[in-house]
């Protein structure tokens, strides 16, 4: 069974930063695509960043140059720095994992973690 556990969430005051990790286990279809969405009361997932087995990544605009996204299906893990939060980043945040890119931009996801919450605010 494959499990996604996600950490380090937490509230941190604007300008703040945070560091959310993700460690898959159990057997999962290789290689694959490995990233985070969040989501706020009321609205859909949104696709912040992903990162493929090649270590290609993506950034959603709203977090370009203020987010790094690091691992990969070769380790089975994917980190995602925040820097300069802002209080709209407040967010659930979910790791997903799913087999290629186009999957993950589609919102076509395997896997999903439990989610871990983020709020930004002083």
């Known amino acids: 069974q494959v499990q996604l556990v996600e950490s380090g969430g937490g509230l941190v005051q604007p300008g703040g930063s945070l560091r959310l990790s993700c460690t898959a286990s159990?057997?999962?279809?290789?290689?694959?695509?490995m990233g985070w969405y969040r989501q706020t009361p009321g609205n859909e997932r949104e696709l912040v960043a992903f990162i493929t087995d090649s270590t290609r990544t993506y950034y959603v605009d709203a977090v370009k140059g203020r987010a790094s996204i690091s691992g990969g299906s070769a380790t089975n893990t994917v980190d995602l720095q925040m820097n300069n939060l802002k209080p709209e980043d407040t967010a659930v945040y979910f790791c997903?994992?799913?087999?290629?890119?186009?999957?993950?931009?589609?919102?076509?996801?395997?896997?999903w973690g439990q989610g871990v919450q983020v709020t930004v605010a002083s």
């Open positions: 997903a994992a799913a087999p290629t890119a186009a999957n993950v931009r589609n919102s076509e996801i395997q896997y």
């Open positions: 159990g057997t999962i279809f290789s290689p694959y695509v």
